[in-house]
Nanobody, 126 residues
């Protein structure tokens, strides 16, 4: 069972950028579809980006064109490059994944995930 640890959050001004990292334990990270999620205060956790085993990506409309998800299987790490950040992007960001034989995009809903890491706080404010 792979476990995921998020890092890279911080305080950034509107219009700024951050890159989040998601380090996975274990040796079969390449068999996982990986998603980045976020939870803003008072709101439900939401999926913002997904990357398949084959590198295909999908994004929530709210981040499309601003966020880029990627993965480096050799480093057991996934990333979320966030550009043009807005105050509405303020949230705790989490990564998670699901082992799959499929190479296709699989958008895993937050309620389909049993265990979460600590997440990393992203605050966009002037």
């Amino acid at each position: 069972q792979v476990q995921f640890v998020e890092s890279g959050g911080g305080l950034v001004q509107p219009g700024g950028s951050l890159r989040l990292s998601c380090a996975a334990s274990g040796s079969d990270f390449g068999f996982y579809v990986v998603g980045w999620y976020r939870q803003a205060p008072g709101k439900q956790r939401e999926l913002v980006a997904t990357i398949s085993r084959g590198g295909n990506t999908d994004y929530a409309d709210s981040v499309k064109g601003r966020f880029t998800i990627s993965r480096d299987n050799a480093k057991n790490t996934a990333y979320l490059q966030m550009n043009s950040l807005e105050p509405e992007d303020t949230a705790v960001y989490y990564c998670n994944g699901k082992r799959t034989l499929s190479m296709r995009i699989l958008n895993i809903r937050p309620d389909q995930i049993d265990s979460w890491g600590q997440g990393t706080q992203v605050t966009v404010s002037s």
